[in-house]
Nanobody, 121 residues
Framework: QVQLVESGGGLVQPGGSLRLSCAASGTGFSVSVMGWYRRAPGGQRELVATTITGDSPRYAESVKGRFAISRDNAKNTVYLQMNSLKFEDTAVYYC???????????????WGQGTQVTVSS
């Protein structure tokens, strides 16, 4: 069974940094897309950053220059480095992965359980 396991959330002061990680466990798959979404209190889930195999990373305008997404393909893991954190970055962050069985055969879309990021003084 494929699972996405997130870690790295917590409480941080404004201007601080956190690094989130998300690892896809299991066998018989490879990763096409991995990315991060977030949902602020009372808000909608929104795209934060994605990385697609063979393409450049994409970021929400609100996090450009502060956040960086990266992947370790050997470990099927995606990271989100968050710097210069602001109060408005407070949200539950969700990892998303689109997996495949082979070069052209889709497997499915999977979501992590979510990890809380709280920015507070």
């Amino acid at each position: 069974q494929v699972q996405l396991v997130e870690s790295g959330g917590g409480l941080v002061q404004p201007g601080g940094s956190l690094r989130l990680s998300c690892a896809a466990s299991g066998t018989g798959f490879s990763v096409s897309v991995m990315g991060w979404y977030r949902r602020a209190p009372g808000g909608q889930r929104e795209l934060v950053a994605t990385t697609i195999t063979g393409d450049s990373p994409r970021y929400a305008e609100s996090v450009k220059g502060r956040f960086a997404i990266s992947r370790d393909n050997a470990k099927n893991t995606v990271y989100l480095q968050m710097n210069s954190l602001k109060f408005e970055d407070t949200a539950v962050y969700y990892c998303k992965a689109i997996l495949r069985k082979g070069p052209t055969t889709p497997l499915g879309t999977y979501w992590g359980q979510g990890t809380q990021v709280t920015v507070s003084s």
